[in-house]
């Protein structure tokens, strides 16, 4: 390893020694691939013409005269090919992985939208795909498991632990430990051991080195906030990047308080979770007092993972970034509102942050101006919102 | 001299090699894995190599992260887990004992009072399954200074280049996985596992002892031939603990039909 890719006391590689060839591997391609001319070539050549890059910067003015104070912009992923922001960082790393010879993807998903974009790289390029879904989130995001299959991808659900995401996880690590010699690891969030935080982060700052050229031309000056939701945290992460040299930028991040974060039934980990290591990383996360990991819960299963990428602790620890949460219900309300007073269909992960934009916005003056990571689009939540509604 | 060394001494000179079963501390309840471990102590094998569980065992298969998820639910505490090892110490002085923990139930602890209370309890050995020799320096201190030795992993993998930074770190056997993958019962080795010994040999002289996929007297004797010193078996243990608790076979009879083989 040329670096150990910490964050403060955050980060690190805390692999077992079977991954350690594969990491040491991944890290020499990804230092490589940075200074190669023609990766960065086909990279943003796909990037725009295949996923659709630049995506739009909108301002949101019903939302924000509704609200009456704060003026309101969204960076437009939902409008990225696959209906999210993660088709940046699965085509990055599926080239990275051609580079590499691998022949094979493995990818973990939670809500699908990772396992979908995977699929998609997969089948663009040619790559046999094989997505680990936690078992509860193959039933209740059956639509995307559809598309997976669809765009050519096996899905396995993962039956082991809490048959959610990080249970997902753990069994791609599985995979992956036996099979390297041909297979790359996708991960689709700013986690796991080095290289993957700073490699999945570096494929996702397009977003905010568009975000900041974008508001700077269209609203002629910086916002005064940024806010994104945070699971994993890739989304935010992306957008940060192009802000964090802006300190009078605010940075906001906003998690899964589910049922209230003073419940047993949520996933803030920034807000409550305690120092550990858990696959590959050290970070923050939700656990016993004796290290056993907890089972999260939220109505976005995008944001339903019991640690967070370290640098997020990192930010948050050195005061750079601030973390909110925004329960079940409050997302819901995020939804709702902004679905009638924009005609956008927003995912229920990016409502968490669409919520925050929602009640901060009438504290504030008119000239203020809140960005909002709108990180992905709402159609795979239709039948959650249904229920949830009581429809 | 530590147990390891000592008992890898006498083996050595009476020309025999290291029978070594796994089992998870506390399964599949803390009560019954007390008799578990008599069971184990009583077959008489070279030592003993015991797990904490861990929710997310990334290095494990499913026949272990099954095992761990059910000693959870069935109320295991980390307490229980010292208990048992002291209870292991109590019924055997000599035999030596390793464990496998993963790192974040060190973290849990903190390094210097996890460490100080394996050695309480008489554990000798201690392999974090996921902290390669690149951050053995967050724990080293801690174990110098309650006198556990460092047990690590060598995969056919490894580079030569790697055993350089796992020599002055490692201490007890290392733990050779023989094929790539998680711990299982799958016996599918490596075809480099001969040359991997020979890598090996150049960088350490400690006792080398084989895991994953060891589960018949079959497997041992062709891990013989192949030039361990000693053979690990835990996933097939857990299934054979399961199977009896169902009327099918005896632990006791699995263990002494292995340890005949070595």
New interface residues.
């Given amino acids: 390893m040329k670096t150990l890719g910490k964050f403060g006391r955050f980060g690190g590689c805390y692999a077992p020694e079977s991954l350690m060839p594969a990491l040491e591997e991944l890290e020499a391609a990804f230092l490589d691939i940075q200074n190669d001319d023609a990766f960065q070539a086909e990279f943003h050549d796909l990037l725009q013409h295949y996923a659709g890059r630049p995506t739009a910067m909108y301002h949101a003015k019903n939302l924000s005269q509704q609200l009456g104070g704060a003026q309101i912009w969204f960076k437009r992923e939902d409008l990225l090919h696959g209906g999210a922001h993660k088709t940046n960082n699965a085509i990055g790393q599926a080239l990275l992985a051609k580079r590499m010879g691998k022949s094979r993807l493995i990818a973990e998903t939670g809500a699908g939208q990772h396992g979908v974009a995977t699929a998609m790289a997969g089948a663009m390029m040619g790559m046999p795909t094989e997505i680990y879904m936690g078992a509860i989130d193959v039933k209740r995001q059956a639509p995307n498991v559809l598309r997976m299959e669809l765009l050519g991808a096996k899905v396995n659900a993962v039956e082991s632990g809490g048959k959610t995401l990080k249970d997902a996880i753990n069994d791609a690590m599985r995979d992956w430990i036996a099979n390297t010699h041909n297979t790359h690891y996708l991960i689709g969030t700013v986690a796991g051991p080095h290289p993957f935080p700073q490699m999945v982060k570096y494929f996702h700052q397009v977003i905010g080195i568009e975000a900041r050229q974008q508001i700077i031309a269209q609203a002629g000056r910086l916002p005064d906030a940024v806010l994104a939701c945070v699971g994993g945290g890739s989304n935010a992460i992306g957008i940060f990047q192009g802000f964090m040299d802006d300190t009078d930028v605010k940075l906001i991040g906003v998690e899964p308080a589910g049922h209230g974060v003073h419940t047993d039934f949520h996933g803030a980990v920034l807000a409550k979770g305690t120092f550990g290591v858990l696959q590959g990383m050290k970070s923050l996360m939700l656990q016993t007092d004796d290290g056993q990991v907890l089972n999260t819960h939220s109505i976005s299963a995008g944001l339903d993972y019991p640690s967070v990428g370290p640098e997020h602790a990192y930010l948050q620890e050195i005061g750079r970034a601030s973390y909110v949460s925004a329960t079940d219900e409050e997302a819901l309300e995020g939804f709702k509102i902004v679905s009638r007073s924009e005609g956008i269909l927003p995912a229920l992960e990016s409502s968490h942050a669409l919520w925050e934009a929602i009640r901060l916005a009438p504290t504030l003056p008119k000239d203020t101006i809140l960005l909002v990571n709108l990180s992905g689009r709402g159609d795979k939540d239709l039948a959650t919102v249904r229920e949830a509604l009581g429809g | 001299m530590s147990r390891f060394a000592k008992r890898f001494a006498e083996l050595k000179a009476q020309d025999k090699k290291a029978f070594i079963p796994f089992t998870l501390l506390g399964f599949p309840t803390v009560e019954t894995s007390k008799g578990i471990l008599k069971t184990l102590i009583d077959a008489k094998p070279a030592a003993l190599e015991l797990g904490f569980?861990?929710?997310?065992?990334?290095?494990d298969?499913?026949v272990i992260?099954?095992a761990v998820?059910e000693t959870?639910a069935n109320g295991y505490?980390?307490p229980h887990a010292f208990e048992s090892i002291a209870y292991a110490r109590s019924l055997d002085a000599d035999i030596p004992i390793g464990v496998l923990v993963?790192?974040?139930?060190i973290?849990?602890?903190g390094a210097d009072a996890f460490f100080q209370q394996l050695k309480n309890t008489g554990a000798d050995a201690c392999l974090i399954?996921?902290?390669?020799p690149?951050?053995a320096e967050e724990v080293k201190p801690s174990a110098d200074l309650a006198g556990i030795e460092l047990i690590?992993?060598?995969?056919p993998?490894?580079?030569a280049d790697?055993f350089a930074s796992f020599s002055q770190y490692a201490g007890a056997f290392l733990y050779v996985?023989s094929r790539?993958?998680?711990t299982g019962t799958e016996a599918r080795y490596d075809s480099r596992l001969q040359e991997l010994i020979g890598t090996i040999r150049q960088h350490s002289d400690l006792p080398l002892c084989v895991g994953f996929g060891i589960s018949t007297p079959e497997h041992i004797q062709q891990m013989k031939v192949v030039g361990f010193d000693g053979m690990i078996t835990g996933s097939r243990i857990i299934q054979v603990i399961e199977e009896e608790a169902k009327g099918n076979g005896s632990l006791a009879d699995y263990l002494a039909t292995m340890m005949q083989s070595v």
């Fill in positions: 569980p861990f929710s997310d065992p990334v290095a298969g499913p992260q099954a998820t959870l505490k980390l993963y790192y974040n139930t973290l849990s602890e399954a996921d902290l390669p690149e951050e690590f992993i060598v995969s993998l490894t580079s790697r996985v790539l993958g998680i």
